[in-house]
Nanobody
Framework: VQLQASGGGLVQTGGSLRLSCAASGRTFSSYAMGWFRQAPGKEREFVAAISWSGVSTYYADSVKGRFTISRDNAKNTMYLQMNSLKPEDTAVYYC??????????????????WGQGTDVTVSS
């Protein structure tokens, strides 16, 4: 399984970015997926997750109302639309796949394959 995250960059406070995660080597539509992030000196934290069908979505409180997760199973791609960005959103963002029945969407240990990460920097 290969996951390729892209779309990161430098943006000013209040700006927007759209991250993408392209998947290959697995039946994409069969698995839930998620986004995590890791800021310098901090642990990796949950950002958002989406069920295999896209019907159910989950968000960290810190991004709720600003970020939107979505997926296009026909394109084997997941997205994270990030609006109203804040300096505290600065981190490396990772996408990951979560096998069915592996437990909570909120914990990194329940995800098996990870992308390489894409840098997001929000300047104040």
């Amino acid at each position: 399984v290969q996951l390729q995250a892209s779309g990161g960059g430098l943006v000013q406070t209040g700006g927007s970015l759209r991250l993408s995660c392209a998947a290959s080597g697995r039946t994409f539509s069969s698995y839930a997926m998620g986004w995590f992030r890791q800021a310098p000196g901090k642990e990796r934290e949950f950002v958002a997750a989406i069920s295999w069908s896209g019907v159910s979505t989950y968000y960290a409180d810190s991004v709720k109302g600003r970020f939107t997760i979505s997926r296009d199973n026909a394109k084997n791609t997941m997205y994270l639309q990030m609006n109203s960005l804040k300096p505290e959103d600065t981190a490396v963002y990772y996408c990951a796949t979560r096998p069915n029945g592996s437990g909570s969407y909120y914990y990194a240990k329940n995800y098996d394959y990870w992308g390489q990460g894409t840098d997001v920097t929000v300047s104040s």
